[in-house]
């Protein structure tokens, strides 16, 4: 398994760029914001544009290191739909941006993925389980089935922070628990990621 963090060591496939770019459009998020039960109003800042600039951030990096159109996502802290701390805290205009919007965008665009987080999915179209990765193991995740495991919401997110240390703050804590997290997940995703696999992370 191939360990990408903030994209370092990605292939930097153009090919991969130009599609992101032509598909994931202003009426594109529009149409997904809409089906995802939000209302839209037009002229108005609701936050689609950071919405827009982070979900083209995520796909670049998750289609340019998955070689195949058929490949396995997973994506590890994908957001939840309601009553989680970022979509009752952290929201921004009319959606909440610590929602499943990666998946949700993947998943409509036909990929196969599957998303994991602690927070309800209830209702959400694409396949996901409700763990907690600091304790729930990924056992139920067949040998070398996955070809790319995204977590580049995971380590940074305020609901870990709060399931660590009981807030949305003490920084020093956070940092050595997520570090923590992350030496939970390495060996169990050398097990699921085929050996030319990615992990890709944020923190």
């Not at 544009?49 to 058929?70: F, M």
């Not at 409509?108 to 990765?133: A, C, M, S, T, W």
């Not at 609901?159 to 956070?174: P, V």
């Amino acid at each position: 398994m191939i360990l990408s963090e903030c994209g370092e060591g990605l292939p930097n496939n153009l090919r991969v760029c130009e599609f992101v770019d032509s598909i994931l459009t202003e009426e594109f998020l529009r149409k997904l914001i809409r089906e995802s039960g939000y209302p839209v109003w037009e002229g108005e800042d609701n936050g689609e544009g950071l919405l827009l600039r982070t979900l083209n951030y995520q796909l670049k990096r998750v289609l340019c290191a998955l070689d195949i159109k058929d490949g396995k996502i997973l994506d590890l802290g994908c957001g939840a739909s309601r009553k989680n701390v970022e979509s009752m805290m952290f929201r921004k205009g009319s959606f909440g941006m610590y929602e499943p919007w990666l998946c949700r965008t993947l998943h409509k665009l036909g990929y196969n993925v599957l998303g994991i987080d602690i927070g309800e999915q209830k209702d959400e179209k694409f396949p996901h389980v409700r763990l907690n990765l600091l304790e729930d193991k990924l056992d139920f995740i067949e040998t070398g089935s996955v070809d790319v495991a995204n977590a580049t919401m995971l380590f940074t997110s305020p609901e870990l922070r709060r399931q660590i240390t009981g807030e949305e703050s003490a920084e020093n804590a956070w940092l050595a628990h997520s570090e923590k997290l992350k030496a939970i997940l390495l060996p169990q995703l050398e097990r699921i990621v085929q050996p030319k696999g990615y992990f890709v992370y944020y923190r």
